[in-house]
């Protein structure tokens, strides 16, 4: 039986995208001038993740993409923003680099009732708080880098930075694919939220 590496996730609206990439671009140097290593995520794969699977059957995705089909047609479309700069763990000691989703009622409901489908088709559900956020960048050797003397100060600057709203109206199941230049992600399905 075949696999594919899956999630699903929400995407933003292209002009949020891109004035994040914009300002992935503005970060890239000077990460690179404090000597820390950053895979920077291209703005084609950047995404508000709900639910990560790993590994899954293939068969799977079906069963996946039933189940949303069922539950997301009753519920409406709701506005989400990409707010602020941020890491994982921490600024100090950063691993993840990220822009931030402001929390609203609407999207906490849709992950914890997605964590609840999944775990009833089988899936384990996630033990860690859920963080909206969008992966900008991953830090190559965090315990090497010295992230402790810019970062937190460059992360500050840019808390309160809009970098735009928009409706999030479909959640996407994404399979991933590690290729040599980096990972790319194919929608499997699309499930509309509200229609």
């Known amino acids: 039986m075949s696999t594919v590496r899956a999630f699903l996730a929400i995407n933003f609206p292209?002009?949020?995208?891109r004035r994040i990439a914009e300002e992935i671009e503005a970060l890239r140097p000077k990460a690179a001038e404090a000597g820390c290593r950053v895979a920077w995520v291209p703005a084609a794969n950047i995404h508000l993740t709900l639910k990560f699977f790993g590994a899954i059957e293939e068969l799977a995705v079906e069963?996946?993409?039933?189940?949303?089909?069922?539950?997301?047609?009753?519920?409406?479309?709701?506005?989400?923003?990409?707010?602020?700069?941020g890491a994982f763990p921490s600024p100090a000691h950063p691993r993840v680099l990220w822009a931030g989703v402001t929390p609203t009622p609407e999207l906490a409901a849709l992950q914890q009732d997605v964590e609840a489908w999944m775990a009833d088709l089988g899936f384990s559900r996630?033990?860690?708080?859920?963080?909206?956020?969008?992966?900008?960048?991953?830090?190559?050797?965090?315990?090497?880098?010295p992230a402790a003397e810019w970062l937190p100060t460059l992360l500050d600057a840019r808390a309160s930075l809009i970098f735009g709203a928009g409706a999030a109206s479909e959640v996407v199941i994404y399979e991933s694919r590690t290729l040599q230049?980096?990972?790319?992600?194919r929608a499997l399905a699309r499930v509309a939220i509200g229609k």
């Open 14 to 17: 292209l002009p949020a995208v």
């Open 126 to 145: 996630e033990e860690r708080a859920f963080h909206p956020h969008l992966t900008i960048g991953r830090v190559k050797d965090p315990g090497r880098t």
């Open 181 to 185: 230049q980096g990972a790319e992600y």
């Open 63 to 85: 069963a996946i993409r039933g189940r949303l089909a069922r539950e997301l047609p009753s519920r409406k479309p709701f506005d989400l923003e990409a707010k602020g700069l």
